[in-house]
């Protein structure tokens, strides 16, 4: 807009003299980003409307008033990310893919006083490398940010980078957010940064004051657990040896880690790439127990330390121990998800054939389901199982595993696929595929599936509920607290002569059991009302007044299969005077035989009972 056409539009509306600066700068060729409409390019005005006429992606010369554009649209300095996208694209597709780090800081400079925060730069240069591929591009990008020396990075989102006047390197950073941080944590991380910054560059900052404060954070912080007490006095050691300290710190790492009870709870939190050191500090301060004391790790292992695990006994000639042990927690029903996740990834590696090689049978398969059924048991919400993904996206694992199993072992092992609580319905149809495949008369289990779902069971509303809530009764409270009794049971020796352990065992036959008879009863029920009954004959739904041969009359209610109440005469119409009544008419008489006598009934009449109800 021309002085001529904002004086106009201000003599129009008095209120906008403030803005004229504002209006005079949207001018025909302007690039601009509007709340709603996004980036676009001013074309035109038109002065008899007193309209700005816009191009926007999609909606091309779309006219706008430009006292509403004050408050609902910015306009774009020319050095700006989005206006060099499209005054020099070249440039700014070389500074994507090659420097990252450029294109932050050319960014920065189109901002005022040279700082954005993290959400407008994210905003910002997603539109400009691409919503697509931004997320990839941003993780790389953002690693090469943080070791230029001309941007200050900051630690939330909330804050801004800010471009410096006088770049800072690296380490002085990390010295300066040490220095300024009270967190014991964060002191031991920026220690590690530091000790990796001035290693690349070999340069040794005056990092004695550093080596104290890790110190004083290892020895006296109360917000530091187990693990991460470990983890920062291995950092504080590491960087006195880096310096040259010939300083003792307490408490040392070995007194970290002497209670043996402790080591399970550190295992489980300590960082990646401490965990070989980690088992290296227990072979040193346990020299003569380190054998077993490993064994209760790779038990409880998750993740990483499996593997780290097993490697560590293997390098130290326990492979033969190792082999056994792990035979014997297959047997115990006690090979844990981590572990059978590691055992098939790793079952056709030469390194590891006599380890494994007589676990790969039927019987690990059936340790999969068992340990797949029973994270599914605990999970809260609907994580995802990866032992469960890997038996989907292995092709070949189901072959591997049945390739010694007799037609019997792998029909009871596809049984035990089809009640998996790990698995929904199209991920077992596609595995028990794959049995049927090598065994292809288990195809029957899939007829018989189909029939038994068929059938279906008419069940009130009052009586499916409870029928319900038996179930999740059963799966919330039951089976988990006698899992918690078998785990206890365990603890308690050899499982031979342990009573505790072979009663909780039998609890879960007769849990499990129970669990899928009421799933299938459950998948079965149709609820019904039982308006439809009519009283032309007898149905579900029906009162129905009979004379036995002793001439005493009597009225029975038939209703669903769960509905029984003998004591008020409410029959279900799955026991055997509901049968034979069924279908029945006013004269008709039934025999109905109880145990080793028989009876005649002559139905006397029929009513409804959704009209008494």
Request: with cysteine; proline share 4%; hydrophobic share 40%.
């Amino acid at each position: 807009m021309n002085s001529e056409a904002v004086s106009a539009l201000v003599a129009k509306t008095p209120s906008l003299k403030a803005a004229k600066a504002k209006l005079e700068a949207m001018e025909p060729g302007a690039y601009v980003v509007h709340r709603s409409w996004g980036f676009g390019q001013i074309k035109s005005y038109d002065e008899a409307a007193q309209k700005l006429l816009i191009d926007f992606k999609g909606k091309k010369s779309h006219a706008m008033d430009p006292a509403f554009c004050l408050t609902t649209m910015e306009v774009l300095p020319a050095n700006h990310l989005l206006v060099r996208k499209e005054t020099e694209p070249k440039k700014i597709a070389e500074l994507i893919s090659e420097n990252p780090a450029q294109l932050v800081v050319e960014a920065l400079e189109s901002y005022p006083n040279h700082a954005a925060t993290v959400i407008e730069m994210e905003i910002t240069l997603a539109q400009v490398v691409g919503e697509e591929k931004f997320k990839k591009w941003w993780a790389v990008a953002k690693k090469a940010v943080g070791k230029d020396p001309r941007v200050s990075v900051p630690e939330k989102k909330t804050e801004c980078f800010v471009l410096r006047e006088t770049p800072v390197s690296a380490e002085d950073e990390i010295l300066e957010q040490f220095n300024t941080t009270r967190s014991a944590r964060r002191r031991i991380a920026l220690a590690e940064e530091l000790i990796g910054a001035t290693a690349k560059k070999d340069i040794k900052a005056d990092l004695s004051s550093v080596l104290k404060g890790v110190a004083d954070a290892v020895k006296d912080s109360n917000q530091l657990d187990a693990s991460e007490r470990l983890y920062g006095a291995y950092i504080r050691d590491d960087l006195a040896k880096y310096i040259g300290s010939d300083g003792a710190f307490e408490p040392t790492q070995a007194s970290l880690i002497a209670n043996v009870r402790d080591l399970p709870a550190i295992a489980e939190k300590i960082p990646v790439h401490f965990q070989s050191r980690f088992l290296d500090l227990i072979k040193e301060t346990h020299p003569i127990e380190c054998r077993d004391v490993l064994f209760t790790l790779l038990k409880t292992s998750q993740g990483k330390f499996t593997t780290e695990c097993i490697n560590f006994l293997v390098e130290n000639d326990h492979s033969a121990e190792l082999a056994t042990t792990l035979k014997r927690w297959q047997t115990e029903q006690n090979l844990r998800a981590p572990v059978l996740l590691w055992v098939v990834k790793n079952r056709h590696s030469k390194k590891f054939a006599k380890l494994l090689n007589d676990l790969i049978t039927p019987r690990l398969l059936s340790s999969i389901f068992f340990a797949i059924d029973y994270e599914a048991l605990q999970a809260s919400n609907a994580r995802r199982i990866p032992l469960g993904d890997i038996l989907s996206e292995d092709t070949e694992l189901i072959s591997d595993l049945l390739s010694t199993a007799d037609p019997e072992t792998a029909r009871d092992l596809a049984n035990t696929l089809m009640l998996n609580q790990g698995f929904e319905e199209l991920t077992k149809k596609s595995l028990l595929a794959r049995f049927i495949k090598i065994f292809p008369k288990i195809q029957s289990l899939v007829a018989a599936d189909a029939e038994s779902k068929e059938e279906q069971l008419l069940v009130s509303k009052a009586s499916f509920e409870r029928k319900r809530e038996e179930y999740e009764t059963i799966v919330s409270k039951k089976i988990p607290e006698n899992s918690k009794a078998i785990a206890t049971a365990r603890e308690h020796g050899d499982l031979k002569e342990n009573s505790e352990y072979k009663m909780a065992k039998q609890d879960q036959q007769v849990l499990m059991a129970q669990k899928t008879n009421l799933e299938k009863d459950l998948g079965r029920a149709r609820i019904t009302d039982f308006k439809e009954a009519t009283v032309d004959q007898v149905s579900v739904g029906t009162i129905v007044e009979v004379k036995a041969d002793s001439g005493k009359a009597t009225r029975y209610t038939i209703l669903g299969a769960w509905d029984g109440d003998p004591d008020n005469h409410i029959i279900s119409y799955k026991t055997a005077l509901g049968a034979a009544l069924l279908g029945k008419k006013p004269g008709d008489t039934v025999k109905v035989k109880t145990g080793t006598s028989e009876e005649n009934y002559s139905i006397v009449s029929i009513g409804r009972y959704a009209d008494t109800a």
